[in-house]
C-alpha cells in the first residue's frame, strides 16, 4: 500500500543506464543559497555521477539583477556542450519567476516548464502521477480524480493533463475547502501545508500521491511532513489503496523523471 518512491527511482536509474548515454553536460542554475534548494541539487548531482553524465552546477548570487541573469541563462542554453538545463526553484523573492524560465532553451528544459518543452517532454509531477498510476495498472478513464493545490510546479500541470482524460476532474485550492477531497478515487495533493489531508477526509479505498513538502510544519516535530498524514490509527479504519509516503514518494521519482527527460530530449 505504501508506495516505495525510492525502489521505483531506482528501476528508473538503472533502466537509463541501459540506454545510450547523451554526450552532453546538465547544467544547474542556481540563485542565492536556499539549503533546501542545495540539498535537492545534491540528489540530482549524485544521479548525474551514477549515469555518467557531467553535471555543472552554476551558482549566481542573490545581488544577480534580473536582466543579467536572463541574459546568462540564454548563454547556458545556447551552449552546445549542455544538453540539459534547471534553474532551481524558487528564485529568491526578488525575482519575477515567469520572466526567467521563459529564458530556459526548450529544447534542454528537462523539467518542462515552459509550454514549448512540455509539447516535447511531460513536466516532472506529471511523469512522476503516470508512472504511479502505471504501476497500480489504474486507468483514469473511469475515475474521479481530485488534485489539491493549483501551484505554478505541481497542481496546475497535473490538472491540465488530467482535463478531457478522466471520468471527473475536482481542483481544490485555498478558497474551496476541502469537503470534495472524498470524491476522489485518486487524490493528487501539492500544497505544502503538513497532514492537510488525513485517512478520515478520504473515499474508503481512495489512493494518494503526495508531492506537498513542509519543511517545518507545527506537528512535525522538526521533520518533514507532506501534505497527507498517513496516521496508521485512522488508516486502520479506513483502508486506502495506496499512497506516497514523505520522504522517499514522489521526491526520488521525480528526481529520476529529470533524467528520464534528460535522456528524451537528447534524442529528439
Ligand atoms: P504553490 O505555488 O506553493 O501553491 C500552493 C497551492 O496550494 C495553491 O494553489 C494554494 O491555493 C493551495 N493551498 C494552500 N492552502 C490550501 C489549503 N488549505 N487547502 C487547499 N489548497 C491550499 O504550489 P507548487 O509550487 O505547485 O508547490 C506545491 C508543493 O509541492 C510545495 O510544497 C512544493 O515544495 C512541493 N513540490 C514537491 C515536489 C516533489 O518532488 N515532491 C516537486 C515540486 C514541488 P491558492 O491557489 O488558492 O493560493
New binding site residues.
Given amino acids: 500500500m505504501i508506495i516505495d518512491g525510492r525502489a521505483i527511482a531506482r528501476e528508473i536509474v538503472e533502466n537509463l543506464k541501459n540506454q545510450p548515454r547523451p554526450n552532453k553536460t546538465l547544467a544547474a542554475i542556481f540563485v542565492g543559497d536556499n539549503p533546501q534548494s542545495q540539498s535537492f541539487l545534491r540528489q540530482k548531482e549524485k544521479i548525474a555521477t551514477e549515469l555518467g553524465i557531467e553535471f555543472r552546477l552554476i551558482r549566481f548570487p542573490e545581488s544577480i539583477s534580473q536582466p543579467d541573469l536572463i541574459s546568462e541563462i540564454k548563454k547556458i542554453g545556447a551552449d552546445g556542450a549542455v544538453g540539459g538545463m534547471i534553474v532551481q526553484?524558487p528564485l529568491p523573492a526578488k525575482f519575477n519567476r515567469d520572466t526567467v524560465i521563459v529564458a530556459v532553451n526548450p529544447l534542454k528544459d528537462v523539467d518542462a516548464l515552459t509550454p514549448v518543452s512540455q509539447q516535447l517532454v511531460d513536466p516532472?509531477?506529471v511523469a512522476?502521477v503516470k508512472e504511479i498510476l502505471k504501476r497500480r495498472d489504474i486507468n483514469i478513464k473511469d475515475k474521479v480524480m481530485v488534485v489539491?493545490?493549483?501551484?505554478?510546479?505541481?497542481?496546475?500541470p497535473i490538472a491540465n493533463y488530467f482535463l478531457g482524460k478522466c471520468k471527473e476532474l475536482i481542483l481544490?485550492?485555498?478558497?474551496?475547502?476541502?469537503s470534495e477531497v472524498n470524491q476522489g478515487d485518486v487524490v493528487i495533493t501539492?500544497?505544502?501545508?503538513g497532514g492537510?489531508i488525513t485517512p478520515e477526509m478520504l473515499k474508503p479505498g481512495a489512493g494518494v500521491i503526495?508531492?506537498?513538502?513542509?519543511f517545518n510544519p507545527p506537528a512535525g516535530g522538526g521533520k518533514i511532513m507532506g501534505?497527507f498524514n498517513p496516521e496508521p490509527y485512522a488508516i486502520s479504519h479506513k483502508p486506502l489503496a495506496f499512497y506516497t509516503p514523505?520522504p522517499g514518494?514522489?521526491?526520488p521519482?521525480?528526481?529520476a523523471k529529470i533524467f528520464d527527460n534528460f535522456y528524451k530530449l537528447n534524442s529528439l
Fill in positions: 526553484l516532472l509531477p512522476v489539491v493545490g493549483r501551484g505554478f510546479l505541481v497542481g496546475k481544490l485550492h485555498s478558497k474551496s475547502g476541502l501539492g500544497v505544502g501545508k492537510l503526495d508531492f506537498g513538502y513542509d501534505d514523505t514518494g514522489t521526491g521519482i521525480l528526481v
